[in-house]
């Protein structure tokens, strides 16, 4: 199974009194969802599933993409790890019980902790740029379940750079 953990990009300070959920993303955060979103959807496999957080700038980062996807609570801001790995099916010791990929639209401090654990770090919590993908797959060694790093691309590295033809 291959896992994609997309932070939200930058988003707007709350103004006194706004609701958490109502920020938007600000023009550079604009134009960050639309970069990555470009850059995924050339290099998401057919089939990928999309969930993302109800809040409004990751229903924007995740609207970027220019596919279907689906708004869970369970990705909230205020969401804990272990509610996530109960979402995506995924057992910290035997791995996913899904097979294909799936991309996780959300936010810290949860994506960072799902990285640390996944990985097995022994720092509780990864730092995530905000608008990056972190690529993770697993895979099976030895009768054991292995989560392996594949890649991280923040925005500003989404230019031509990753165009040239393989």
């Given amino acids: 199974m291959d896992l994609i953990l997309w932070r939200h990009a930058e988003a707007e300070v709350a103004?006194?009194?706004?609701?958490?959920?109502?920020?938007?993303l600000t023009p550079k955060g604009e134009r960050q969802a639309l970069k990555m979103g470009l850059w995924l959807d050339r290099h998401l496999p057919d089939g990928t599933r999309v969930l993302a957080s109800p809040a409004?700038?990751?229903?924007?980062?995740?609207?970027?993409?220019?596919?279907?996807?689906?708004?869970?609570?369970?990705?909230?801001?205020h969401a804990q790890v272990e509610d996530v790995l109960g979402l995506i099916k995924w057992d910290v010791q035997s791995g996913p019980t899904t097979k294909g990929s799936l991309l996780v639209v959300g936010h810290q401090p949860y994506l960072g902790q799902l990285v640390s654990k996944l990985l097995g770090m022994k720092e509780p919590e990864t730092a995530f740029r905000k608008g990056a993908v972190w690529w993770l797959r697993t895979r099976q060694r030895e009768g054991q379940c292995q989560t392996v790093l594949m890649t991280v691309v923040c925005p500003e590295l989404t230019s031509r750079f990753w165009d040239v033809p393989s």
């Avoid at 103004?15 to 938007?24: H, V």
């Fill in 15 to 24: 103004r006194d009194g706004q609701d958490d959920l109502s920020r938007e």
């Fill in 56 to 77: 409004r700038r990751t229903d924007q980062t995740a609207h970027a993409l220019g596919r279907r996807y689906k708004l869970r609570e369970e990705l909230l801001p």
